[in-house]
C-alpha cells in the first residue's frame, strides 16, 4: 500500500540504472517509488568541469588512492551540499521528507524538509579498514575533518538508517549520535529470490567482487591450492574480478552483469567464499544466502552479524588461508550441513534481505517524524 509521504532523494550516480552501486540505489529507490509519492531523485555526482578541478587538486599517482581521494574530500563534499541546496531550493512541489543516500554532502537544514539518509559504513570505519578500503586515505588531521563532516549530517538528519548493527554501534561510540535516531534496516538482495530444491556438488566454491585484493581473492586461491589436495576435484569460479589466473581447477568468468547468468551460478555453488580484509556490508553474502549457498566471510566488519558463525556459514580470521580452506573442505565434504545452512541463509534473505521489507521499515519509520497532519 503507498503511504501519504511526499519524497524528494538526493544520491550520487542514476538512482534507476540497475548498475549503479550493484543495483543498490536501483532497488532502494524504485521500492521508495512502490510506497511512496516520489517525486524526484537528484543525482549529486561530480561532473564536468567540477570534476575535472578536483580531480586535479587531488592527484595521486596511486590509482586506487586517486579515486578515492576525488570522492571522498572536503572540496568535493562542499560542491555536493551546494548542489543539493540549489535543487531543493528550486522545488516547487509541496514536499515531507528527503532521502539522502549516504554521508558525502549534507542538505540544507533551515527553510527545508527534514532529511533522512541511509549508509553501509562511516569515514572512520573505512579508514580502518586497512590499506585496500575506500577510506585509507584518511589520516591525521584530514581524518578528523572528514570526522567533523560526516558528523554534521549525522546529527543534521532526522532519521539514520543503517545497513548493519556494526555501522548503528559506530555512530553512537564514535560519532556519539543518539541511538533513538538510528535504526538498522539491512539491504535486500538485488537477485531473485524463489525456493527450490539445491543440489551440492560437493566441488563448487564461487568467489564474486570486482575488487579482487580488497576482497581477499589472493588468500582464497591460496587456500584453494590446500583445498585441492583435499578435494582433488574441486572448482573455484572468480566472477567480477578482470585478473588472469592459470590454475587446476580455477575458472575466472570476468563481470557478469545478465542477471540471470549470475543467479546461475550462485545457484550451482557449493560453497560461497569471500575473506575481505574490509566489507563495509556484504550485499553479496545475501545473495549467495538468496541460493542457499552457505557463506564463508572474515570476523570483521558487518559479516559475522549477516553470516553468524555456525548457522549460515563461518567467519574466519583475516588472511587466513589454513582456517578458510579447513572450513570450505568442511562444506564440501558434509552436503547435509552446507544445505542445512544454506536453508537458514535463505530463510535470512527471505525474512530480512529484503527490499520490500527493508523499505516498508524505512517508511514505516519516516512517518513518525511527520507531523499528524501531513499525512492526513
Not at 590509482?63 to 551546494?82: E, T, V
Not at 538528519?157 to 554501534?169: C, D, G, Q, R, Y
Request: net charge positive.
Amino acid at each position: 500500500m503507498k503511504r501519504k509521504i511526499r519524497l524528494v532523494g538526493l544520491t550520487l550516480g542514476d538512482a534507476f540504472n540497475p548498475q549503479t552501486r550493484s543495483g543498490v540505489n536501483y532497488s532502494l529507490f524504485s521500492q521508495l517509488k512502490q510506497k511512496c509519492d516520489l517525486i524526484r531523485v537528484f543525482d549529486l555526482d561530480l561532473r564536468g568541469i567540477r570534476k575535472a578541478c578536483v580531480a586535479l587538486g587531488t592527484f595521486s599517482f596511486n590509482r586506487r588512492r586517486w579515486g578515492n581521494k576525488l570522492h571522498q574530500n572536503a572540496w568535493a563534499f562542499d560542491i555536493r551540499s551546494a548542489q543539493a541546496r540549489r535543487v531543493l531550493n528550486q522545488l516547487e512541489l509541496d514536499v515531507d521528507l528527503v532521502f539522502q543516500d549516504g554521508a558525502m554532502f549534507v542538505p540544507p537544514t533551515e527553510k527545508a524538509p527534514p532529511f533522512v539518509s541511509y549508509h553501509d559504513s562511516n569515514v572512520l570505519l573505512a579508514s580502518n579498514g586497512g590499506a585496500l578500503s575506500q577510506g585509507a586515505h584518511y589520516s591525521g588531521n584530514a581524518l578528523k575533518r572528514a570526522v567533523r563532516r560526516e558528523k554534521r549530517v549525522y546529527e543534521s538528519a532526522a532519521l539514520i538508517f543503517t545497513m548493519s548493527n556494526w555501522l548503528k554501534e559506530s555512530l553512537i561510540r564514535d560519532f556519539q549520535i543518539s541511538p533513538d535516531k538510528i535504526v538498522t534496516v539491512y539491504a535486500g538482495t538485488n537477485l531473485p529470490v524463489e525456493n527450490f530444491q539445491k543440489e551440492y556438488d560437493g566441488r563448487t566454491i564461487l568467489f564474486v567482487g570486482a575488487n579482487f585484493e580488497r576482497k581477499g581473492g589472493p588468500v582464497l586461491l591460496e587456500a584453494f591450492r590446500r583445498v585441492k589436495k583435499e578435494v582433488k576435484d574441486a572448482r573455484l569460479v572468480v566472477i567480477g574480478s578482470n585478473i588472469n589466473v592459470r590454475e587446476d581447477g580455477v575458472e575466472t568468468v570476468g563481470r557478469v552483469s545478465d542477471k540471470a547468468t549470475l543467479a546461475d551460478y550462485f545457484r550451482r555453488a557449493s560453497v560461497f567464499a569471500l575473506p575481505s580484509f574490509y566489507e563495509p556490508f556484504g550485499l553479496v553474502f545475501a545473495e549467495a544466502f538468496a541460493f542457499k549457498t552457505p557463506c564463508i566471510g572474515t570476523n570483521i566488519c558487518a559479516m559475522p552479524e549477516i553470516i553468524e558463525e555456525g548457522r549460515g556459514g563461518w567467519v574466519v580470521p583475516v588472511n587466513d588461508s589454513k582456517n578458510l580452506a579447513d572450513r570450505i573442505v568442511m562444506l564440501l565434504r558434509d552436503p547435509v550441513l552446507a544445505a542445512k545452512m544454506g536453508e537458514y541463509g535463505f530463510r535470512k534473505t527471505s525474512e530480512l534481505f529484503n527490499w520490500d521489507i527493508v523499505v516498508d521499515k524505512m517508511v514505516s519509520h519516516c512517518e513518525r517524524v511527520l507531523s499528524p497532519d501531513k499525512l492526513t
